[in-house]
């Protein structure tokens, strides 16, 4: 847990590759509600908690996928992992919670595929500003990514964790193809 002035920041550092062993691992991997009970354990009284881990939701067997995704909507506001190296964004509402759902690209990739995303949390507003950047050959340093969105920022409310939809709805959502494949 971080303390910044009058918020405080929760961090629950997952692993989602506990059970990898190939380029076969697609639909076998999980997260247990183990690690999730263990890890939010210290975080529940952070005024943010946010979950991180390698594998999206995809790469997870279904079953785990399932409950993994109960578990970030009704104890999370956000929810980073990567592993794909491509950017996806959703800010998503259902009968189990809300969060906001990030993949992020990779930092050390194959040329302009590496990338990073910084996200700017106004506490005041309930703003979450996120900032894409992904690698310029020819300028030799990272750019503001525009296949992320028009001007490689995008702003979103920070949802909470106290109301709920009566139906499961996307209310945003941005996202760039990926190849589920890829796992």
Not at 43 to 62: M, R, S, T
Not at 68 to 97: I, M, T, W, Y
Not at 138 to 159: A, C, H, P
Request: net charge negative; proline share 2%; aromatic share 10%.
């Amino acid at each position: 847990v971080i303390d910044t002035y009058d918020t405080s920041i929760g961090f629950a550092c997952l692993n989602s590759a506990w059970l990898s062993a190939s380029e076969k691992d697609k639909g076998n991997l999980v997260l247990s509600r183990a690690q999730f009970n263990d890890a939010y354990q210290h975080i529940e009284n952070a005024d943010v908690k946010v979950a991180l881990w390698h594998h999206p939701f995809a790469c997870l067997h279904e079953s785990d996928a399932s409950r993994s995704k109960a578990q970030v909507l009704q104890r999370f506001h956000l929810c980073l992992n990567g592993h794909f190296h491509e950017e996806d964004g959703n800010s998503v509402v259902s009968p189990d919670g809300q969060s906001q759902i990030f993949t992020c690209p990779a930092l050390y990739a194959k040329g302009e595929q590496s990338g990073f995303m910084c996200y700017q949390l106004d506490m005041s507003s309930r703003k979450l500003n996120i900032h894409s950047f992904r690698w310029n050959e020819r300028k030799g340093f990272f750019v503001y990514n525009t296949d992320f969105s028009n001007n490689g920022q995008w702003s979103v409310s920070l949802l909470g964790q106290d109301s709920l939809s009566d139906k499961a709805i996307v209310v945003q959502r941005k996202t760039t193809a990926i190849q589920e494949s890829q796992c």
